[in-house]
């Protein structure tokens, strides 16, 4: 009986004093977080956004820029496609920005974690590349297969959960950067030109061979081996029937069954590592992972293929739940976003971005020469963490701007036979 | 079964503080059924939470309905037909029930060497345990980097095919080396012996040596008493050690995609692909068929060895 009282007065009285200072810290901390309108201003320095998306835009220096620019914290969570598409359908509250791309916005807006963006509040709208906008590049272009951008990039009000077909003032993702992808290759080890999609499944390169994991960025890799090769005529490489998915997997599980391929990858990282360890030298692959190669001192080329490109963009689109202040720096990060600094940062790893007038003022005559203009290279090129990516005379591979994404094939895409295009990429990963 | 044990054990307690007699007067015979309970309380609580509940949940959400992006309370039987009729599915069963055997009998020859040495060649008290901790060394490391590190190694440049090619052994680096069947169940073994080595080892310990002598004495060759004495009585130990294996090799997934290249399918790979494509119902489907194979199986090795007698 003592022995309880004892026990139970020493307990009562710690507790009062530990549950006195938790209830003080939280009362400042969540003070300081929800803030009251008046002073927002002074408190926009304790917001933390928090940002997703996959590897190839999450980059520690961005946050710390936005940091040392804008005053508040942005936390970023690297995964890959699948998982962010995962986590933006299913998890609203464990973000504030998605940096997602079109083809997952597509599948994700339907479920209305996101909310759409008023374009009056974007300073540099109207200088977006028209890609994002209109769909065309150029007044002349054609617009390419599969999910464009323009196509997902509109809705008609806040709370619209349709796309709309046009420019209306409300975008559902802010375009952030974009490129044209093809395949990489091993020229040292390959050792004579590469022209075609078709040569991924060349026998010569059987066991060396590589294409990614992602089902819907890995069938239109397969499409374009397939049309590449005249085996299958797709209506629309973004959009396949039945039957076309039938044909594409069936040549792609034999290519499998014969040992073409020396493994599938999924993240970023991996293709880097099988590329760069020479277990495979043609994969599909992204254009960083290219310059994360070479900067390992190894020959690595982005090789541009007659048949053309396969695109794709990613954008930053914000979640439903941000308000109030959140939502003020979340639009403030958006038109910094725009401004330059993050263009010319990813520009120089060989990516576009949406503004790219602004990103020009962040790069030297050099740099903006070989990345944008295509020109060759006056000096080394160096990427932003400092390793020589090319030297004086080189020239970037696929040439300039226009010339690149004028050659977009198809655009990553979700199709309406999406769910059994999936099932059949199951079938072909554990055949 | 939980319950049976804790309310035996608690009886087993109750005789021994019995015995003195003073304060047994004042205890009734009530409070001891009563008391089994509250203290079997705990226990079945944390499992009913944590084990039956979610168990439940999945078997729920096998018979929903998805779509892209969303899943929908129903009760349809698409997923398991799916499931059923995929030729997809019984390939990747049979997969990983291949892997689950190869890696079962490495690790039972590997794990009952192991535990042999240790247990009837080790003379001293000391030299076991600082053997036995050895091998514990390598869990020290989280399994994803021990597995992960043999990539660079079995690569095609990595060092066991050069040191094959500058030891003339091969003319070109073996390719099946990684990224293959091979890999995957080499790193299987390597991550589980050790499940395998410690039950093996604890029931060996327990052996009474004075029954080997007597086999000795009785004229038994060294293998007589292996396979009349030693091996009978360290079934139990065996067949712990089996179930660890098989069940973690059974549900692994991560290991069987790394080590394959992405290129070898188990059904953990199954669930993990539908789980990243939101398809949350087939992903529970794939799930109940797995737990009811998984159960099958131990249900049959628990046929050979009644566990709990033995213990």
Known sequence: MIEKTVSKKGFSRRSILKGGAAATGAAIGSGAVSGFPTIWAQNIKDVTLRQFGTGVSNLNEVAQKVKEDLGFNLEMTALDSDAVTQRAATQPDSFDIADIEYWICKKVWPTGNLQPMDTSKIKNYDKIVGIFKSGKLTPESDIAQGTAPHTVGFVDGPDSKSFATEETGWMTLIPTIYNADTLGIRPDLIGRPIESWTELLNPEFKGKASILDISSIGIMDAAMVCEAMGEVQYGDKGNMTREEIDKTMAIFTEAKKNGQFRAFWKTFDESVNLMASGEVIIQSMWSPAITAVKSRGIPCVYQPLKEGYRSWGGGIGLSKSLSGLELEAAYEYINWYLDGWVGGFLMRQGYYSAVPETSKNFMSENEWGYWFEGKEATGDITSPFGDVLAKAGDTRDGGAFLERMGAVACWNAVMDENQYMVRKWNEFIAA | ?311
């Open chain 2, 1 to 311: 079964m939980t319950d049976l044990t804790v309310s035996n054990d608690t009886d087993r307690k109750e005789e021994t503080r019995l015995q003195p007699g003073v304060s047994a007067k004042v205890r009734k015979p009530v409070s001891d059924a009563v008391s089994g309970w509250l203290m079997s309380l705990p226990m079945a609580g944390v499992l009913v939470f944590f084990l039956v509940l979610p168990i439940i949940m999945i078997v729920v959400v096998s018979f929903w309905g998805a779509t892209e992006f969303s899943i929908y309370p129903a009760f349809v039987f698409d997923n398991y037909e799916f499931l059923l009729t995929s030729p997809v599915t019984y390939s990747v069963f049979l997969n990983t029930v291949k892997y689950a055997l190869i890696t079962w009998a490495l690790t039972l020859g590997i794990g009952f060497t192991i535990a042999y040495f240790l247990a009837f060649h080790v003379r001293s008290l000391t030299w076991q345990i600082v053997l036995f901790l050895l091998c514990t060394i390598p869990f020290w490391t989280s399994n994803i980097i021990r597995m992960i590190s043999w990539i660079p190694f079995l690569g095609r440049n990595g060092i066991a095919n050069s040191a094959l090619i500058s030891l003339g052994v091969v003319d070109e680096p073996l390719d099946w080396l990684l990224f293959s069947d091979f890999s995957v169940i080499l790193a299987f073994v390597h991550l589980y012996t050790l499940f395998m080595v410690v039950p093996i080892f604890n029931t060996m310990m327990r052996i009474d040596r004075s029954l080997i002598e007597a086999a000795y004495d009785a004229g038994a060759s060294g293998f007589q008493t292996l396979t009349n004495v030693v091996l009978p009585l360290t079934k139990p130990g065996i067949m712990i050690g089996s179930i660890f294996v098989i069940t973690l090799v059974m549900g692994d997934f991560i290991t069987v995609r790394f080590m394959s290249g992405s290129q070898k399918a188990n059904v953990g790979r199954l669930i993990s692909n539908d789980i990243a494509l939101l398809q949350y119902p087939s992903a529970a489907a794939t799930a109940v068929i797995l737990l009811i194979t998984v159960l099958i199986v131990i249900a049959t090795l628990l046929r050979f060895v009644d566990i709990r007698k033995e213990l």
